[in-house]
């Protein structure tokens, strides 16, 4: 009898650490105010924010619209289908994490907010540890030999 493949077993959706980690740095903020610049946001900052909070979101979306011209589920809760290597994945192994990342470092600075950036060393610790290491171990075990291959190709951000 055959066993059925239940993906990566990611129990957490990706977006919602990224969330989590904004939600406490909220949550510092209230407690102590920790501004990147004291003054307000320049102009500059203000641009560089908005430049990456939309660069950002863009890459995620590249990345997911890859998977589904793949035909292989987004959502890390489902077994892949194949080893994508098209699209943002000839350049990073995870364009939806690091346009996800992106997106944070640009709204934080969009909003004049230090601590989330304080708190993103913890959201990428478990972005990596809980998320990128369960699919790593999944699709090494699902395509061996393909994946391996990719993955000596390819960095895991950039």
Request: hydrophobic share 50%.
């Amino acid at each position: 009898m055959p066993t059925r493949d239940f993906g990566p077993r990611v129990f957490v959706p990706p977006p919602l650490v990224f969330i989590g980690g904004w939600g406490a740095a909220w949550m510092l903020d209230r407690r102590v105010e920790f501004a990147i610049d004291g003054a307000g946001p320049s102009v500059i900052q203000a641009i560089l924010g908005g430049a990456l909070t939309i660069l950002g979101f863009a890459l995620m979306a590249w990345g997911i619209l890859t998977f589904r011209r793949r035909q292989t589920p987004v959502v890390p809760v489902q077994p892949a289908r194949v080893v994508v290597d098209e699209g943002p994945y000839r350049f990073t192994r995870n364009p939806m994490y690091l346009g996800l990342t992106v997106a944070y470092v640009g709204l934080a600075a969009l909003t004049n907010q230090a601590w989330p950036l304080v708190m993103l060393p913890v959201v990428l610790f478990v972005v990596s540890s809980a998320i990128i290491e369960r699919e790593e171990q999944h699709l090494r075990g699902l395509f061996g030999v393909a994946y391996d291959d990719y993955c000596s190709r390819v960095r895991r951000w950039i």
